[in-house]
């Protein structure tokens, strides 16, 4: 019977090749998404500190971004800034 708390084996070869042929566009797009995702999740939830980070961590990886995609994320950092003064301000 198998360890059923055994570790599978990591091929590292195999993740380097999958990491190099990622590009790097890719990752900010997701990060960025994922980044505006939470800052509204945090906002929602009156977490400002949070929400702050998250929003200075998405206005540093904008101007890294191109295309139509950075334009949406440009829109969605911009929302963020606005609700995010609005509710800093009550």
């Known amino acids: 019977m198998a360890d059923e708390g055994a570790q599978p084996e990591i091929d590292i070869e195999a993740l380097q090749q999958q990491l190099a042929a990622f590009a ?13 995702s939470l ?27 191109e295309g139509e995609l950075a334009a949406d994320l440009a829109r969605a950092l911009t929302n963020l800034q606005v609700a995010y003064a609005q509710a800093s301000s009550s």
């Open 24 to 36: 790097v566009e890719q990752f900010l797009v997701s990060a960025a998404s994922t980044l505006a």
């Open 39 to 65: 800052a509204f999740a945090k906002l929602e939830n009156e977490d400002l500190p949070q929400a702050r980070k998250a929003i200075d961590a998405l206005a540093s990886l904008i101007p890294h971004l």
